[in-house]
């Protein structure tokens, strides 16, 4: 496998993953809907730039690492899944607080705070991490030529921002907002049970090293 066929399999496997349904997916709808289009968008660029940090630990050998050093994976698993039940609390606390909104007037968010929520939500997956360092183990030659170092991080902030730019987009229209807005106790709350459930399973399968 050639260089270049490898960093396209490598880029469609990372756009697969980001499409599979988890905390960021989860994260990124809510502040669209909830809060307002600016940090939906804030919040996926947030997730961009965790997907650039992953990529330059797998491009260091992350895999190796935790694969030979297992308490390391089991804390990263813990920690993990602490911060999204610390995650789901805030969202479950906030759940019944109304907001007002009409057409006229975006609700009110914080487009810096929905930036770090993005980031410390991608970075506090360890699945994430060793997804990224599995496909790269698997996918990149052991001695990747130059222009492949300065090419993937690049190109991988595009997949993971473009992605939930998307999700982003979508879910801040119009409509969504209005059914979120009528359900919003109860749509706040399944999302935090989401990640709640996403952050325990970390916890209840830390000793399980592998993806």
């Known amino acids: 496998m050639t260089a270049s066929t490898a960093i ?3 880029l469609a496997a990372l756009l697969l993953g980001a499409m599979s349904p988890g905390p960021s997916f989860v994260i990124v709808a809510r502040n669209a809907i909830g809060l307002s289009r600016g ?4 919040t996926a660029l947030g997730m961009g730039v965790g997907g650039v940090f992953f990529s330059g630990i ?13 308490w390391l994976y089991v804390g990263l698993k813990v920690a993990g899944g602490l911060y999204l ?14 907001l007002a909104f009409d057409a006229t007037q975006a609700v009110s968010g914080n487009a810096r705070k929905s930036f770090w929520i993005g980031l410390s939500t991608q970075l506090s997956n360890p699945k994430t991490a060793v997804y ?17 170092y300065f090419a993937l991080p690049p190109a991988i902030f595009a997949i993971e921002a473009g992605w939930y730019t998307v999700v ?21 709350r399944v999302a935090a049970s989401a990640v709640a459930a996403l952050g325990l399973r970390l916890i209840l399968t830390a000793h399980k090293v592998g993806i």
């Open 8 to 10: 396209i399999t490598i």
């Open 39 to 42: 940090d939906g968008l804030a």
């Open 58 to 70: 797998a491009l260091l050998g992350l895999y190796t690492l935790l694969a030979s050093v297992e």
């Open 85 to 98: 039940i610390y995650l789901a609390s805030k969202i479950w606390r906030g759940a019944a607080k109304p």
């Open 132 to 148: 990224y360092g599995s496909i790269f183990a698997a996918l990149l030659p052991q001695h990747p030529p130059l222009w492949c």
């Open 168 to 188: 982003a987009l979508c879910f801040s229209s119009k409509r969504p907002r209005e059914i979120y807005l009528q359900w919003k106790a109860w749509v706040d």
